[in-house]
């Protein structure tokens, strides 16, 4: 059985990108369009990943974060934070509690290797 991988991401397009190169590799993807509908899908689901746009109306990126580790259900699974930011959010998002940050645009090879490097560690 392939893993399972949540996107969250308000915008289709990147919700749309990650989707092809993750489903070509094999894995099996859900998807949600904000901050809140990605935290319930999260709790029902129970995906081996979970990939986070930070920035998003509503409950962003952080906000995200924070409900699902505080969530005895759903704190252990790795996350990854996204965004466009090429250098700041990816320091803070480590330190936030993110397991790994991915910048937009998406480089295929650097989102495999991120994507196995953390389900290899569940």
Known sequence: MSASILI???YEDNRELLRIMLEA????????ADGLE?????????????????????LDG??????LRND????????????AS??????QSSDQGFDAYLTKPFR???LIATVERLLAGR
Do not use: F, H
Not at 25 to 32: C, K, S
């Open 8 to 10: 969250i991401d308000d």
């Open 38 to 58: 990605g935290v319930r899908a999260a709790r029902e689901e129970k995906p081996d990943l979970i990939l986070v746009d930070l920035s998003m109306p509503g």
């Open 86 to 91: 090429p250098d700041g959010d990816g320091l």
């Open 62 to 67: 952080w906000g995200v974060l924070r409900e």
């Open 108 to 110: 295929r090879k650097e």
């Open 72 to 83: 005895e259900q759903t704190r252990d699974i790795p996350c990854a934070s996204v965004s």
């Open 25 to 32: 590799n094999g894995y099996e993807v859900r998807e949600a």
